[in-house]
């Protein structure tokens, strides 16, 4: 940072305290979902906004049921591969879905995913979210 801007917040702006929450995921547990096949751990929750953050460890051959998406969902593939009807995301790879999609997911591989929703999905043949 510059001298000027420094100057410039000096006394002004000051961090704040416990502002971030640091996350260690390898220290988590992983838990299980009401959807068979796949376990969570979650990283961030806010039920009164339905906001979750999570990673998503797929056992082979899991089939997530058909469901919709009321906003957009993001995705990022850690290990292995998922897929639906429009494609397929490897490692490495993000996808995200539009407000309003429907559509059934399936890893025949398995896979480990971090998810970010900021409303839960609604499933047609169980209750929503995991």
Same mark, same amino acid.
């Given at each position: 940072?510059?001298?000027?801007?420094?100057?410039?917040?000096? %006394?002004?702006?000051?961090?704040?305290?416990?502002?971030?929450?640091?996350?260690?995921?390898?220290?988590?547990?992983?838990?299980?979902?009401?959807?068979?096949?796949?376990?969570?751990?979650?990283?961030?929750?806010?039920?009164?906004? %339905?906001?979750?953050?999570?990673?998503?460890?797929?056992?082979?051959?899991?089939?997530?049921?058909?469901?919709?998406?009321?906003?957009?969902?993001?995705?990022?593939?850690?290990? %292995?591969?998922?897929?639906?009807?429009?494609?397929?995301?490897?490692?490495?790879?993000?996808?995200?879905?539009?407000?309003?999609?429907?559509?059934?997911?399936?890893?025949?591989?398995?896979?480990?995913?971090?998810?970010?929703?900021?409303?839960?999905?609604?499933?047609?043949?169980?209750?929503?979210?995991?």
């Amino acid at each position: 940072m510059s001298t000027v801007t420094e100057t410039r917040l000096k %006394g002004k702006l000051e961090p704040t305290i416990n502002g971030s929450t640091y996350v260690k995921p390898a220290e988590l547990e992983w838990k299980p979902t009401k959807h068979k096949g796949i376990q969570i751990k979650v990283l961030y929750e806010d039920p009164s906004k %339905g906001e979750l953050t999570c990673l998503l460890k797929w056992e082979p051959g899991t089939i997530l049921p058909f469901h919709r998406h009321p906003e957009i969902e993001q995705t990022y593939v850690v290990e %292995g591969s998922f897929y639906d009807h429009d494609g397929i995301a490897r490692a490495g790879e993000y996808t995200w879905r539009k407000p309003g999609s429907l559509h059934e997911t399936r890893s025949d591989e398995g896979c480990i995913i971090l998810a970010v929703y900021r409303k839960p999905n609604v499933f047609f043949d169980v209750d929503s979210g995991f």
